[in-house]
């Protein structure tokens, strides 16, 4: 489905030594910014709370405070809601759901950003290698800043709710924290607004990770740094891993029969796969 996205966007682009973010103002965006690598990645549904239990979450969490995190807290809550007539016909909640509700909730009321910004200043604190494009937002041009062509450029950002990367569709606006920090709201590819978020320009945004193909195998070596698809019964998602060992084979019509032994950097759990479900940088 093609969709017509007008307004502004910005990036970030390394001007010698400095670091600068630049706003770039553009009519819309390019044909070939709607085009979709095919790389599946699926997330868990979000827990579907009603429009009222929503509202009574709500008056939990500025009554209570930190007691809404508390596991006996969120049984009790959670019972509360399944035992209740506007649930019937629906999936029960578990204390789990409600638990991270609060959680996420609280963490997005930490998360204010400054209340006076200067868009123009000096912003070195942020990434210079990584141009953002495809945001909306209220900015200039700063005078003489030169921006690269971000046409073919795509993202990746890493979910705080699981730790793993998916594509980002979109960037739908910045803010800055009263700490300095950048952030940015993602849209991520196949996914609706619910599940847009806050991320962190500098820790958890990057340009796209590339797959491998069948003839670059030997050019990976114990140690390096990839993106692994892990996929197991209720999920199939994208996480940083580390190559731990590796069994060179012969390759046949089918590709690359080789066997990489890979630690995911998130559990430190491994797992041998094969190079089809490995990714690798784009500065490789």
Known sequence: MSREVCGQTWAVAAASDRKILGFVLC????PEMDRLRPRSRRREPSSGFTKSEIEKLEKLLEESGS??????FCRKIATRFNCSAARAGKPPVNW????????DRRQDRDRKPASSVDLHQDLSVLPGSLPLNKVHGDSEVPEGLKVPDLSEVEFEAKSSKDGAWYD???????????????????RFTGFGAEEDEWVNI???????SVPLEHWECHKLKVGDFILCFQERRDQAIYYDA??????RRMHDIRGCRCLFLIRYDHDNSEERVRLRRLCRRPSW
Not at 27 to 30: D, H, M, V
Not at 168 to 186: I, P, Y
């Open 96 to 103: 789990t759901e409600v638990q991270s509700w609060f959680l």
């Open 27 to 30: 009519a819309g965006r390019s």
């Open 202 to 208: 500098k820790k958890a945004i990057r340009e796209r």
């Open 67 to 72: 007691e809404t995190t508390t596991r006996a």
């Open 168 to 186: 980002v569709d979109m960037f739908l606006a910045h803010r800055f924290l009263s700490s300095g920090e950048a952030e940015v709201l993602v």
């Open 242 to 247: 580390h190559i731990v060992e590796i069994g």
